[in-house]
């Protein structure tokens, strides 16, 4: 008799149908989660374990179990540095060009020291954050220990799936072979590699903001919130009103945000062209699209971070670090 794979106790606890199966628990997660990433599953196995754990949808306590897994295996640099806010792109964008990155950029400028981590690839016609950082000059790390060198000398670092786990990235890359995402794109934006006492999160179906948050919460993570952003990047529509649920040191929150500008006032955008990204970050082009989504996206990182009281007073707080570098680009 051929012997019982050790892998297979896993697939069997999630999938024997809707009333003998059940979640997983985030010791067994964690168990289950270490063999693929040291490729001790059959390819079979891994295909049947992700599209389960995706039909169901995902709990805190998987997403846990699968989070430490993950940052179990990191090779992290020797003194790692000081990172306030952990930022996660995994979209892309195709309907606004990636704004939020602006955003990223200039609180690093105002001193708050920022990891964003992310990949690409998996929909073809979207603008990921590798490439739109390079048209703006923007290094990338090819490991942690580079992406804590980045962050000494400039306060940010993006960090490549890629770099940071290649096992994750291959499953990821799985979605044209299963036609769907992975609960790894739900968790592997969890990872914060430097253990950034902030985190910002997104969503793009809104049912996924408390798994977000509760795995969060499980991970023992301080600070963090999560909303829905513009492509399910954490970018602020403007056009619309926006819920930001938060986490601080194990208490949940949410605030309803205003919208910052009419449905009427926005356009898609046709061309994509990042040519634009960087004249508006050069200061060269003003539209005002950008300026709300930038600025709307950092009042939300500034709330979260305790620097305002209110989301009017974050608001504020963005519009005038977003004012000042324009006249300092003006005045050089």
């Known amino acids: 008799m051929t012997q019982e794979h050790p892998f297979a106790q896993y697939v069997r606890i999630i999938g024997k149908g809707p009333n003998l199966s059940r979640p997983l628990t985030e010791a067994e997660m964690h168990q289950a989660a270490t063999m693929i990433l040291e490729g001790r599953v059959e390819p079979l196995q891994l295909g049947a374990f992700l599209c389960v754990l995706r039909v169901r949808t995902e709990v805190p306590e998987e997403g846990a179990g ?25 979209s892309g964008k195709k309907r606004q060009l990636p704004w939020f990155l602006l955003a990223a950029l200039l609180l690093a400028e105002n001193g708050i020291r920022i990891c964003m981590q992310g990949t690409e690839g998996h929909t073809p016609g979207r603008i990921y954050s590798r490439e739109a950082l ?5 290094p990338i790390a090819g490991s942690l220990a580079s992406a804590a060198d980045h962050i000494r000398a400039h306060n940010f670092a993006y960090v490549p799936l890629e770099v940071m786990s290649p096992r994750l990235q291959e499953i990821i890359d799985l979605k044209p072979v299963l036609g769907l995402r992975s609960p790894v794109n739900t968790f592997a934006r969890m990872i914060n590699p430097f253990r950034a006492p902030y985190e910002i999160q997104t969503v793009f179906h809104p049912n996924y903001r408390d798994v977000h948050r509760e795995t969060a919460n499980l991970l023992g993570q301080r600070h963090m919130a999560v909303f829905k952003g513009e492509g399910g990047e954490a970018e602020r529509r403007p056009q619309k009103p926006v819920l930001v649920q938060s986490l601080h040191e194990g208490v949940l929150s949410e605030e309803e945000w205003p919208a910052l500008m009419t449905d009427e006032d926005v356009k898609i955008d ?17 539209d005002a699209y950008a300026t709300a989504a ?11 971070m305790g620097r305002a009281a209110s989301p009017e007073e974050a608001m504020s707080l963005a519009r005038r670090m977003w004012d000042e570098r324009n006249k300092e680009r003006l005045a050089a």
Request: proline content about 5%.
């Open 66 to 90: 699968f989070v430490r897994a993950a940052r179990d295996k990191l090779i992290l640099p020797d003194g790692p540095p000081q990172v306030d806010l952990d930022w996660s792109s995994y």
């Open 134 to 138: 390079q048209s703006l000059g923007v």
């Open 270 to 286: 046709e061309d994509m062209n990042l040519g634009r990204l960087k004249a508006v970050w050069r200061g060269e082009d003003d």
């Open 294 to 304: 930038v600025t709307g996206t950092m009042a939300i990182a500034l709330r979260l």
